[in-house]
């Protein structure tokens, strides 16, 4: 039964009739542009064809009654009154609903069942689908036209300021404007996007170590501090404003005021853009073996620079790379846990996941779990008829 079925099931079964809206959001994988989204830099995600669903309908009493089948739990709150309770998921449909209304828009309630199929910790984006499919499940019985960019700013603010993770804006927006068949070269400053063809004869594989992690308890918020202090020490709004050789001529001067770590943090970031930009060039010319040795170098960076990866992030990377049909491996996401991503000849799809699964398990004792994902839509409503999404600017 897919989440979509198992949210609409236990709607009728809760509350005695079929939902009146079923809205879904994607998680997603990123090819590359590892920690630089909040380093208004460039990225270059992928919405994957796994999702958080909401099976709901309105209420007229500004009350949100929801239950989630993944956690087997509930809450219950009114737009009102919002405030932290215990830091579960629900903080994430509190802290959208903040969000929404800090910015100005009148929203209902409304009472749902939530499902999906995009694991917690793993690196996919699973915090930013449910933030937007909370969003789009606002829109949808509150009457706002939805806008993507609009719609991800303010489920990043929800989770920056109200569940206190500094992510950047890279999770939030591909899951709001994701495109089938297609990754997406955002920019993180202007928000500007651009579609950009999965390359023809590969398929993009997500291989879970089965670790996972805690942003908030992660040394991620440490990280974007130390960027920051770089980016302080240029002079600069962000490290996306540093150029390489800016870095090199300086870098004696910034190991001896703000140390040989700072120094390593900012060099993953100015590369890390770079390499993005080059990707996007290798794509463009159909040159798989550049674009696997950008993703190769992105997680050695990610490794040794920036101090993000782990044993079994790097087995479960270095397995991938060594095995036939490997284009190139990388970790993805915050990292301390969760997954990896790497581009597979479509042929060899069957016999990579065989062989790196074992190689894995032979290494560190973990079963992996090795799916091959497609490019998906962003958030959208869902009817019987398929899926609707509008693109309009929110009104006030």
Known sequence: ???????????????????????????????????TDYNDGFVLPMAIDRAIWIALRARDDRRVVAHTLDLDDNTEFALEALKHTDGGWSEYLKGVAWAIQEEGYAIGGWEGVVAGDVPIGAGLASSA??????????????????????????????????????????????????????ALLIDCRSLQRRPVPLPSGVVVAVLDTGSRRSLVDSAYNERRN????????????????????????????????????????????V????RTLDAIAAMERGDLVALGSLLDASHISLR???????????ALASCARWTDGCHGARMIGAGFGGCAVALVRTEAAASFSARVAACYEAATGIPAAITMSRAAPGAAVVTRSGTIRTDDAIRR
């Open 226 to 269: 130390q960027c920051e202090a770089a980016a302080r020490f240029f002079g600069v709004p962000a490290l996306r404003d540093v150029s390489l050789p800016e870095l090199e001529a300086r870098a004696d001067e910034l190991k001896n005021q703000l140390g040989e770590v700072i120094y390593r943090r900012a060099r993953h970031v």
């Open 304 to 314: 040794d620079d920036f101090e993000v990866s782990g044993k079994e992030l790097d």
């Open 271 to 274: 590369t890390e853009n770079a």
């Open 129 to 182: 689908a449910l933030e937007l499919a909370t969003a789009r499940a606002f829109a949808a019985v509150s009457g706002l036209p939805w806008h993507p960019p609009t719609m991800a700013r303010i489920c990043q603010r929800a989770e920056n300021e109200w569940v206190g993770i500094r992510c950047g804006i890279m999770d939030q927006m591909i899951s709001a404007a994701g495109e089938a068949s297609h």
């Open 1 to 35: 039964m897919t989440p979509q079925e198992r949210a609409v099931q236990e709607f009728q079964r809760r509350f005695g009739a079929a939902p009146s809206l079923i809205v879904r959001a994607p998680g997603r994988v990123n090819l590359i542009g590892e920690h």
